[in-house]
T-cell receptor
Framework: KAGVTQTPRYLIKTRGQQVTLSCSPISGHRSVSWYQQTPGQGLQFLFE???????NKGNFPGRFSGRQFSNSRSEMNVSTLELGDSALYLCASSLGRSEEKLFFGSGTQLSVL | SQQGEEDPQALSIQEGENATMNCSYK?????LQWYRQNSGRGLVHLILIRSNEREKHSGRLRVTLDTSKKSSSLLITASRAADTASYFCAAAGGGGSYIPTFGRGTSLIVHP
């Protein structure tokens, strides 16, 4: 089985722009979670989508949004970028049941200048 | 807020030595998971221990869980240079959510 695929691998944007990141989960996985990783804060949970519905949400401003398509692929969008949004954005997939491990992609490294 | 917090933040050892990393969490959990991350890459799941389990083994890994102290430890025996990575604990099931909440990680360097 192919693993979790995230595109693009690297992104450079300027303040005020918006960005869309993509995640293709492992085939058969219906849950996709997004995390933001920074050196100071570690991994922070953004949101989780299951069967095209946002099922859980972390404590991030409304500039961060996401969606999931019928094929379970997910996108996250960050609008009006700020310098502090520079981070590694990680996507993880699973079957969506409790007591499950997550399968992570390699992440998208976003730099905001 | 962080549910899992790892200690120490950094650990440097020689090949062949054992490495022990600790994790503390704040609320009751359903399970606790350990992940490994090589520099700038995604996380890889190592082991999951349920709240009713006290110890679990997987190869050179040994995980313990003490729910009364809200803490867990990860022991890597006979470390190898290839074990150099960051290690994260993730607590799940706190507050009714099964979403794993990660700590800031322990950076392990194993010198050959």
């Amino acid at each position: 089985k192919a693993g979790v695929t995230q595109t693009p691998r690297y992104l450079i944007k300027t303040r005020g722009q918006q960005v869309t990141l993509s995640c293709s989960p492992i085939s058969g996985h219906r849950s996709v979670s997004w995390y933001q990783q920074t050196p100071g804060q570690g991994l922070q949970f953004l949101f989780e989508y299951f069967s095209e519905t946002q099922r859980n949400k972390g404590n991030f401003p409304g500039r961060f949004s996401g969606r999931q398509f019928s094929n379970s692929r997910s996108e996250m969008n960050v609008s009006t970028l700020e310098l502090g949004d520079s981070a590694l954005y990680l996507c993880a997939s699973s079957l969506g049941r409790s007591e499950e491990k997550l399968f992570f992609g390699s992440g998208t490294q976003l730099s905001v200048l | 807020s962080q549910q899992g917090e790892e200690d120490p933040q950094a650990l440097s050892i020689q090949e062949g030595e054992n490495a022990t990393m600790n994790c503390s969490y704040k609320t009751s959990i359903n399970n606790l998971q350990w992940y490994r991350q090589n520099s700038g890459r995604g996380l890889v799941h190592l082991i999951l221990i349920r709240s009713n389990e006290r110890e679990k083994h997987s190869g050179r890994l040994r995980v313990t869980l003490d729910t009364s102290k809200k803490s867990s430890s990860l022991l890597i025996t006979a470390s190898r240079a290839a074990d150099t990575a960051s290690y994260f604990c993730a607590a799940a099931g706190g507050g009714g959510s099964y979403i794993p909440t990660f700590g800031r990680g322990t950076s392990l360097i194993v010198h050959p």
